[in-house]
């Protein structure tokens, strides 16, 4: 028996309705599926990402502190524009403490360059806080406002390391006693050398004390960088090999998937010597430098996770009798290559290598960080006037690296080119 035709009608039309609507709803998922899938990929934990990830994309990192509106942010090199402006410091007292206190130094251990902590040698302390009593200047830009509390506790996540020769130490106890407030000795031990019997600074912030091998702010001694003999990148136990005069060159890869932020630094110990060649020449240092400097660039680059940031300090010049300059210059005195100035006027060329193979690289995770236009102009600043007039006081201008090494790092997590 057939339906009429007004019911098969009915049916057919509500069977197509159906059919459409199911077709529909069938290929709105499979795009959706698409979608996702193309635009974020299998959905994985971070470190699982991160350990996959193979290209050198720099991936974004946390936010460190809000950023300054409307303002006008200097780069590493737009702030070295600018002058030494006479600034007075006020002290409640003569004395260490209120030194300290002024600058916001939380650090009671010694060290060499702690120029205000010399009560025994007279003019020192004087010396010390007329260091204090000028302020860099930038002439057209702002750094973003260094917070000490927010630094410690970010680095806490993300630890910075320093590693060079002892100027990066400087700069690593200026770090260490600008947010010393929050950072403690380790507990145990971190293993930080990896297994390697060599000294090392490290400390931890306070929230991360209770975990094993944690380090938050850390700095390994390495003059050169590589071990001079062939150019390799030390591993534990590594003999060091050939060194120009006194120093030390300990290996340091081993330590680098631990930090998120590293500051790199040679030149201070390069000097002209047979080992780059016969004529013991410029050109010939330059060269084997470059060659150095590639292989410490190609290993970062072909080493770092897209989370990793590398910093390549410029490196400043000494002043030849430091102890006639008693002020911060108008205009650098550029080294002329005499007796006592240890081929300071090498260290510009040193800096072209690094621009150059960073440049080369086109690894947004490699930044050149220049502090020298500011530094050239503190010979009054020296650590011992006439004996070592290379090293900075601390407090001093290192502390201003440091205030812009912390805002370089809050404009990058910003994507802030």
Same mark, same amino acid.
């Given at each position: 028996?057939?339906?009429?035709d ?20 069938v290929? *709105?998922?499979?795009?959706? /599926?698409?979608t @996702? ?16 990830s193979? =290209?050198?994309?720099a991936?974004?990192?946390d %936010? ?11 780069t ?10 006479? #600034? ?11 030194i300290?206190k002024?600058?916001?130094? #939380?650090? +009671? @251990? ?8 010399? %009560?025994?040698?007279k003019?020192? *302390?004087a010396?010390a806080? #007329?260091?204090?009593?000028?302020? @860099? ?7 973003? %406002? ?21 100027i ?6 200026? /770090? +260490? ?8 000795n %380790?507990?145990?031990?971190t ?6 019997? /060599?000294?090392?600074s490290?400390?931890? #912030? ?23 003999d ?19 060159? $300990?290996? @340091? ?13 040679t ?19 330059? !060269?084997? $430098?470059?060659?150095? /400097? ?36 108008? !205009? ?18 040193? =800096?072209?290598?690094?621009? =150059? ?17 500011? +530094?050239?102009?503190?010979?009054? +600043? ?23 090494l *912390? ?6 997590i910003?994507?802030?080119?």
């Amino acid at each position: 028996m057939s339906l009429p035709d007004s019911t098969q009608s009915s049916l057919s039309q509500q069977f197509w309705s159906r059919t459409v609507y199911i077709v529909a709803i069938v290929t *709105f998922i499979l795009l959706w /599926m698409f979608t @996702w899938s193309w635009q974020d990929g299998p959905i994985l934990p971070t470190h699982e990402r991160e350990n996959q990830s193979s =290209d050198r994309y720099a991936a974004k990192l946390d %936010p460190l502190v809000n950023l300054p509106k409307n303002k006008q942010l200097c780069t590493s090199d737009t702030y070295n524009n600018g002058q030494w402006v006479k #600034h007075p410091i006020k002290l409640e007292k003569n004395n260490a403490a209120s030194i300290e206190k002024a600058v916001k130094y #939380h650090c +009671a @251990w010694n060290f060499p360059h702690k120029c205000y902590r010399r %009560p025994d040698e007279k003019g020192e *302390f004087a010396r010390a806080r #007329h260091i204090l009593d000028y302020q @860099w200047k930038p002439k057209k830009c702002e750094l973003v %406002p260094f917070d000490a509390n927010a630094f410690s506790a970010y680095i806490a996540d993300h630890p910075l390391l320093f590693v060079g020769d002892s100027i990066n130490q400087l700069e690593y106890e200026s /770090m +260490a006693c600008l947010l010393g407030e929050k950072l403690y000795n %380790p507990t145990g031990d971190t293993n930080i050398t990896g297994g390697h019997d /060599m000294w090392a600074s490290q400390l931890v #912030h306070e929230s991360k004390l209770q975990v094993q091998g944690a380090v938050s702010l850390a700095y390994l001694r390495s003059d050169y960088l590589v071990r001079l003999d062939d150019f390799k990148l030390l591993d534990p136990n590594d003999d060091e090999g050939f060194v120009i005069g006194r120093g030390s060159n $300990y290996p @340091w890869k081993h330590a680098l998937s631990r930090f998120h932020h590293i500051v790199l630094n040679t030149g201070p110990h390069w000097h002209t010597n047979k080992k780059w060649g016969p004529n013991e020449s410029d050109e010939e240092m330059v !060269v084997a $430098y470059k060659k150095a /400097m590639k292989i410490v660039v190609d290993y970062l680059t072909d080493n770092m996770t897209p989370l990793q940031r590398i910093w390549i300090r410029s490196t400043p010049y000494g002043h030849l009798e430091c102890s006639k300059y008693t002020e911060p210059s108008k !205009v650098p005195h550029v080294p002329q290559r005499k007796p006592g100035e240890f081929q300071w006027d090498m260290h510009v060329k040193f =800096d072209e290598v690094w621009k =150059d193979l960073i440049e080369e690289t086109g690894d947004d995770r490699i930044r050149f960080f220049n502090v020298s236009s500011m +530094a050239n102009l503190r010979g009054d +600043a020296h650590s011992r006037p006439d004996s070592d007039c290379l090293h900075t006081c601390l407090p001093g201008p290192v502390d201003d690296w440091n205030k812009l090494l *912390f805002s370089e790092i809050a404009r990058e997590i910003a994507r802030i080119p």
